[in-house]
């Protein structure tokens, strides 16, 4: 079964500071990972996602991620966090053999302080 | 490109009463529609899957008669709660995969507030 594990409800940083935002997952086969961003009353938009190759993902708004198979994580990061980051924060897994959908973790909030 | 409409944004009705939600790939066909429920503060859900033509497919736990889903043709899959009641309140959001482009990424729509009184 495929899950997916968020340990921070909530992350603060302050603004130019560098944010991680941690996420860990279990398949049973390889996985492909996502994390996706969700404003207000807003459905999710996607930020990147790890299919094969570099281990090192870069995505929307200078966001990315880094895919470690032996920690079985895939943690969020920015180098300068802005005001406008502020969001909800959702790592998604699917499962390239036995999955067909996605699980989505519980998903962080992120809130950058000015 | 690859934008996912949801219509409407917000309903409000009366217990009893059913609801229908639409969801529209604008500028893609998709060949599959997934379709979340997200309760405050909490991740998303999946209800279940629609393919083009077929019946979906429901996850555990989801009553398929009380959540109707059609997936009529490629730009368009609706979700009709029918005899809606206070618990059926929440946040629903479908999402899409393009028929030409990767399987493996999804675009979602913008999200319908439920609220039954």
């Known amino acids: 079964a495929q899950s997916v594990a968020q340990p921070e409800d909530q992350v603060n940083v302050a603004e130019g500071n560098p944010l991680t935002v941690k996420c860990t997952y279990s398949v049973s086969g390889n996985p492909y990972l996502f994390w996706y961003v969700q404003y207000p009353n807003r459905g999710l938009q996607f930020l990147l996602k790890?299919?094969?190759?570099?281990?090192l993902v870069k995505g929307s708004y200078g966001f990315e991620a880094e895919f470690n198979k032996s920690q079985t994580s895939f943690h969020l990061k920015k180098p300068s966090a802005l005001v406008s980051d502020s969001a909800l924060y959702f790592c998604?897994?699917?499962?390239?053999?036995?999955?067909?959908?996605?699980?989505f973790g519980p998903g962080t909030r992120l809130s950058v302080l000015p | 490109g690859a934008v996912v409409s949801q219509h409407p944004s917000r309903v409000i009705c009366k217990s009893g009463t059913s609801v229908k939600i639409e969801c529209r790939s604008l500028?893609?066909?998709?060949?599959?529609m997934f379709w979340y429920r997200q309760f405050p503060k909490q991740s998303l859900m999946l209800m279940a899957t629609s393919n083009e033509g077929s019946k979906a497919t429901y996850e555990q736990g989801v009553e398929k008669d009380k959540f109707l889903i059609n997936h009529a043709s490629l730009t368009l899959s609706t979700l009709t709660v029918t005899s809606a009641h206070p618990e059926d309140s929440s946040f629903y959001i479908c999402?899409?995969?393009?028929?030409?482009?990767?399987?493996?990424?999804?675009?979602f729509g913008p999200g319908t507030r439920l609220t039954v009184l």
């Open positions: 999402s899409a995969i393009r028929k030409r482009g990767s399987p493996d990424t999804q675009y």
């Open positions: 500028d893609f066909q998709a060949t599959t």
């Open positions: 790890y299919i094969t190759g570099d281990n």
């Open positions: 998604a897994v699917r499962d390239k053999v036995y999955g067909q959908n996605f699980v």
